[in-house]
């Protein structure tokens, strides 16, 4: 009876002893906070139009039911970059398509006629012919009696390379809107092209198959998909409390959903740091992360957790850098 209450006591003081370094080597008591940045704001799309998320499907023409207008830009477009700088964005997202002869136009939809005046696969035309379209075409925030943006985003298609040009010194995410592992390979060959400051600069995620096709050719650059997710998180979230970094967390980027978010070892301080520590930029989405929700409203930098220095996905950021960047 004696030797098993020893045994029992022995138990309980290593399982006492355990709980604490799970404790301490979880939280921020030993990382130190002297030079704790703020958060980063990734601007989605730029500034854009927004639209209300719920019953959103794949085929939704976002375009067509947009909220009343409280600025002028349309989204993926060089002003809207812009304007998304000036309000206080760290990164901008971006979407790709390959055109007919194989350039990057920087556009969201996979067909032409929910926002634009064309007909068609945005890939079956050339990137000339898609700059003659008015991008602006078909937004309306009242089922159609009224095109506010009609006429006004003639011409307004960048292509990926302008875009990168215009802005030198600035960060991106670039979004590879299909699943074609081609569209990874030619990404890679005109990411290869570009000096080291610009590329340090650059993320991409996208689709298993053309992330996979880029990093074989490009292993240096900053990219994730679902299964780069799954390949960091779920051997993180077996083993993270001891402090292992998987080397698939290392040199990415990670999206954590605010829902999923506290389930992660460290979260949010002491993990932030471990991934920093690895090269990879975590931003954190709201939500469960299904339709790029984002932290829109003042409102929602309150749910924003204490000590948390990652970035922020958001797609009014006209509205959060003043509560985050005051």
Not at 90 to 99: H, P, R, S
Request: glycine share 8%; net charge negative.
């Amino acid at each position: 009876m004696k030797k098993i209450t020893r045994r029992m006591k022995g138990f309980l003081i290593f399982l006492l002893i355990l709980a604490a370094f799970i404790y301490v080597n979880n939280s921020s008591l030993l990382t130190d906070s002297s030079d704790e940045k703020d958060p980063e704001l990734l601007a989605h799309r730029g500034l854009a139009q927004t639209f209300p998320m719920e019953g959103i499907e794949n085929d939704t023409c976002t375009a067509e039911i947009i909220y009343n207008p409280q600025h002028p830009y349309l989204e993926n477009t060089i002003p809207s970059m812009e304007a998304a700088f000036k309000a206080g964005a760290d990164i901008v997202e971006l979407d790709v398509q390959l055109t007919k002869d194989e350039k990057f136009a920087v556009f969201h939809d996979w067909t032409l006629e929910c926002r634009t005046d064309g007909k068609g696969v945005t890939q079956e035309h050339t990137m000339d012919e898609l700059k003659q379209l008015d991008i602006g075409y078909g937004y309306t925030a009242d089922d159609g009696k009224t095109y506010p943006f009609r006429g006004k985003g003639i011409g307004l298609m960048p292509t990926l390379a302008e875009v990168l040009t215009y802005f030198p010194d600035k960060s991106f995410l670039i979004h590879v809107k299909s699943n074609d592992p081609e569209e990874g390979l030619q990404l890679a060959k005109l990411l290869n092209t570009l000096p080291d400051n610009i590329l340090s600069q650059l993320a991409v995620y996208g689709g298993d198959e053309p992330i996979a096709s880029l990093k074989k050719e490009s292993p240096s650059i900053r990219a994730m998909s679902k299964a780069s997710m799954k390949s960091c998180l779920i051997p993180y979230m077996a083993a993270g409390w001891t402090g292992y970094v998987p080397e698939a967390c290392h040199n990415t980027q990670l999206h954590i959903p605010e829902k999923i978010a506290p389930w992660l070892w460290g979260f949010p301080g002491k993990f932030v740091h471990r991934m920093e520590d690895s090269g990879t930029r975590v931003v954190l989405v709201a939500g469960d992360g299904g339709w790029s929700e984002g932290f829109d409203q003042k409102k929602d930098a309150g749910r924003l957790p204490q000590n948390y220095h990652g970035a922020i996905w958001t797609n009014r950021i006209d509205l959060l850098a003043p509560v985050i960047k005051p």
